[in-house]
């Protein structure tokens, strides 16, 4: 009964080839969320109007447009935009994807920002630090550990989304699957197709899993460091 | 190969362009229905003290939440008519394959919706239930639904306001909504800037006052249940 769930030694082979696609571009994506995450979710409590503007204008932009027009937009329509012959995929995968997750993030990063008590940007104030050295030492280490739990899910809905740059052909897990499936026409040893995808599927929920176990060891750590909130 | 923009070939393309946007709204709605019952029976499920039904249904609705809309599509779309059931039960145009997919993945995220609504309801107004000698389903119908379900509203529509921007992943099993019909035009005119960039606005002008709307609700919600 569980064999019959279990591929081929060269079947696996195509999926975790494809599965190390998925993980750099999870990978790339999630670096560039964080720093827009960070840098957006700040700018949106800037005193400075036309700073809090832009980042507004980004956040509403990047969450509005879906993440797979976003990708497409960016794989096939900025190149031409700008003059430019073409863009890898990979590059504009983790752009697109990277830019999504950001306008995400920044709201989380906006209201945990937010959610540190009004008490501890005053007393920073009176202690004459700067407006770096408050956020930075006071104000960001208070708000990770509630930063935390709203971006491990957002970070496991970025790896769901990775799935779409099989769109733009670049060979993730999800482009092997499919890929898998259209050989089963001329090949030798044709693969069931519900056990195919079921595998597909499981070895996503494994990745997931993994995620949800690195984020609940940094809530963890995080919650002994800063002391529990 | 084109080059930058051309106002005159935009317009051209609109009226098709719209068109695959009704069609991505259509399946969305329909998903929408979907997702709101069988989310709440997923989240009646998963409270059930019977656990031959709570466990398999936790289980049901990790797996959904943690693997891409995507492979579930093609699950549907490809592997479900290659098994030994009768075609016509298994065999679906693919715009009744989105709208099930969108239906049963965002079904799975209505129902954290809805537990989260169920489990803000004070404890005594199940004690007072108790008391009163109601029957275990007039307390779900008239005592714990009717608070429950309004403060689940905000983030149903927020779930909602998400599944709309998944619709156009049919594009991927050809169905014609305004991804397709951008991807079309790229294939017969050779052009990209135009089709892409309109999909990206007509997605704007539909989400973004949808989540204003959300965000109003949410504001409503909040000050009604305080």
């Keep these: 009964m569980l064999n019959d769930l279990i591929l081929n030694s060269r079947q696996y082979g195509h999926l975790l080839e494809g599965m190390w696609v998925t993980i750099q571009v999870l990978l790339g994506s999630f670096a560039l969320g964080t720093v827009m995450s960070l840098v957006m979710g700040v700018a949106r409590l800037s005193t400075r109007r036309w700073v809090r503007g832009s980042a507004l204008a980004y956040i509403e932009f990047a969450r509005g447009v879906a993440a797979i027009i976003l990708l497409f937009w960016m794989f096939y329509a900025v190149p031409i935009l700008f003059g430019a012959p073409s863009m890898p995929p990979m590059l504009a995968g983790i752009l697109a994807l990277g830019l999504n997750m950001g306008a995400y993030g920044a709201e989380i990063v906006r209201g945990a920002i937010q959610s540190v008590p009004k008490g501890q940007h005053e007393a920073a104030t009176a202690l004459n630090l700067s407006n770096r050295d408050r956020l930075r030492e006071i104000i960001l280490p208070q708000a990770i550990p509630i930063i935390l739990p709203p971006y491990g899910n957002l970070t496991i809905e970025v790896l769901k989304g990775t799935a779409l740059v099989s769109l733009i052909t670049l060979s993730d897990l999800a482009y092997e699957t499919q890929k898998l499936r259209q050989n089963n026409v001329i090949s030798s040893d044709p693969v069931p197709l519900p056990i195919l995808y079921l595998n597909t599927l499981i070895i996503y929920l494994i990745l997931a899993q993994l995620l949800n176990l690195f984020f609940k060891i940094a809530e963890r750590r995080s919650a002994r460091k800063f002391g529990s909130v | ?226």
């Design chain 2, 1 to 226: 190969m084109q080059t930058r923009w051309d106002w005159e070939y935009a317009f051209e393309i609109l009226p098709d362009m719209v068109q695959g946007m009704l069609i991505t709204i259509a399946v969305t709605l329909i998903g929408i229905v979907i997702a709101v019952i069988l989310g709440l029976f997923l989240a009646l499920g998963r409270r059930s003290s019977l656990k031959w039904l709570s466990y398999p249904t936790a289980w049901f609705i990790e797996f959904v939440r943690s693997t891409p809309l995507l492979i579930q599509i093609y699950m549907l779309f490809y592997a479900l008519p290659a098994t030994d059931l009768p075609r016509w039960l298994t065999t679906w145009p693919a715009f009744v394959t989105m709208f099930v997919a969108l239906g049963i993945h965002y079904g799975c995220y209505a129902s954290e919706a809805y537990r989260a609504g169920i489990e803000s309801v004070p404890r005594g107004q199940w004690e007072a239930s108790t008391s009163l000698n109601l029957k275990i389903k007039t307390t779900w119908r008239s005592v714990i639904l009717p608070q429950a379900i309004p403060r689940s509203l905000p983030p149903l529509g927020n779930y909602f306001v998400a599944m709309f921007k998944d619709a156009p992943i049919g594009s991927a099993i050809a169905l014609s909504g305004v991804l397709f019909v951008a991807r079309a035009f790229q294939s017969a005119d050779f052009r990209t800037v135009e089709p892409f960039t309109i999909a990206g606005l007509l997605f704007l002008a539909v989400s973004v006052p949808a989540a204003a709307f959300v965000r109003r609700l949410e504001r409503r919600v909040a000050y009604e249940s305080s």
